[in-house]
Nanobody
Framework: QIQLVESGGGLVQAGGSLRLSCAASEIVYKVSKMGWYRQAPGKQRELVAEITPRRMTTYADSIKGRFTISRDNAKNTVYLQMNSLKPDDTAVYFC???????????WGQGTQVTVSA
């Protein structure tokens, strides 16, 4: 069973920073693009950022210039550094992996990010 272990998140004031981590098994990490979606109350889940094994990145327009996604091959972990946080960034953030071979997608348990005004 593929497991994605998320950490980070929490409560922060507007303008503050948080870092999310998502650890995967080595096999999943090497052959999958990984990233985060988020879902705010009453809204659809939306892509935040993703990164391929070759470190090609995609970002949502709403977070460009504020969030940075990265990979640590030694730890099989993907990070989302979130700076200049806004109340609109408040959501549950879900890590995911998608195999580049069979498009199989797995999800982490989700972590709450709350940004106070």
């Amino acid at each position: 069973q593929i497991q994605l272990v998320e950490s980070g998140g929490g409560l922060v004031q507007a303008g503050g920073s948080l870092r999310l981590s998502c650890a995967a098994s080595e096999i999943v990490y090497k052959v999958s693009k990984m990233g985060w979606y988020r879902q705010a109350p009453g809204k659809q889940r939306e892509l935040v950022a993703e990164i391929t094994p070759r470190r090609m990145t995609t970002y949502a327009d709403s977070i460009k210039g504020r969030f940075t996604i990265s990979r640590d091959n030694a730890k099989n972990t993907v990070y989302l550094q979130m700076n200049s946080l806004k109340p609109d960034d408040t959501a549950v953030y879900f890590c995911y992996s998608e195999s580049l071979f069979n498009k199989n997608r797995e999800w982490g348990q989700g972590t709450q990010v709350t940004v106070s005004a």
